[in-house]
């Protein structure tokens, strides 16, 4: 067996020390993400489990007539959420949004023409966010920064996207999916029998929502929990 040995001189090895210990302090410096950086360029499914906390959304494209009796029931019971507002149905009632912004609830973008957003291309969706945005800005005065996309889909063109406006991705822990109009016990029975700690709780505005709403904020009043905004849930407010 052969061995080959390798002459270094003495400027070269002191190179080559020195390039690794500086490889090594950059790894050894570079932050590591924790949840709420990692949040930021990352689809988010739940805030902070660390305290008592719930965000209710409410995604608002059709359903007017259950809007104001939702806003009731919120204002009774002292809750406020999240309504991601498409933009479509923003231009034609003004006046709902108007309503919902009043009321001190916040008010996310929902894009605007409620498209399948992991099928659209980076300009698409970035169009579709952007429209959204300047008609929630034009009625309420102030720029969203909470995307919620139609249907949960979304793609890494969507993550790019939602990221160059500075908006957040927010999806959901607990999906009612009272759109299938399944049901007051059975929407009741969904969230109470999941509620957790930083859990995000989607919502639409239909009758069986409404009815089911003041059971459901009692239940989570009963047990400790804070019903409240994704912004504040994601503080830890």
């Known amino acids: 067996m052969t061995f080959y040995t390798i002459k270094l001189s003495k400027k070269?090895?002191?190179l080559a020390v020195y390039f690794v210990l500086i490889v090594s302090w950059v790894l050894f410096k570079t932050p590591s993400f924790d949840i709420q950086t990692f949040g930021k360029y990352k689809p988010i499914y739940e805030g902070r489990k660390d305290k008592?906390?719930?965000?209710?959304?409410?995604?608002?494209?059709?359903?007017?007539?259950y809007i104001p009796p939702l806003l009731k029931v919120f204002s009774e019971k002292n809750v406020k959420a999240t309504f991601f507002i498409e933009g479509r149905w923003a231009e034609k009632f003004p006046d709902l949004l108007k309503l919902i912004y009043n009321k001190g609830h916040e008010i996310g973008n929902h894009g605007y023409s409620h498209a399948h957003h992991g099928q659209l291309s980076y300009e698409d969706n970035f169009n579709e966010i952007k429209k959204t945005e300047m008609v929630i800005q034009e009625i309420t005065g102030e720029k969203p920064t909470l995307f919620a996309p139609p249907y949960g889909e979304f793609s890494e063109l969507t993550v790019k996207a939602v990221n160059s406006m500075n908006y957040r991705l927010i999806m959901w822990t607990i999906d009612?999916?009272?759109?299938?109009?399944?049901?007051?016990?059975?929407?009741?029975?969904?969230?109470?029998?999941?509620?957790?700690?930083?859990?995000?709780?989607?919502?639409h505005p239909t009758e069986d929502t409404v009815r089911a709403m003041p059971t459901i904020i009692e239940n989570l009043h009963r047990q400790g929990f804070k019903i409240t905004t994704v912004s504040e849930l994601l503080l830890g407010e």
Do not use: H, Q, R
């Not at 008592?52 to 007539?65: L, M, R, S, Y």
């Not at 009612?176 to 859990?199: H, M």
């Open 176 to 203: 009612t999916i009272d759109w299938k109009k399944p049901g007051v016990e059975y929407i009741v029975n969904k969230i109470l029998e999941n509620a957790g700690n930083g859990k995000i709780i989607l919502m």
């Open 52 to 65: 008592k906390i719930i965000a209710f959304t409410c995604n608002v494209a059709w359903g007017n007539e």
């Open 12 to 14: 070269t090895l002191s």
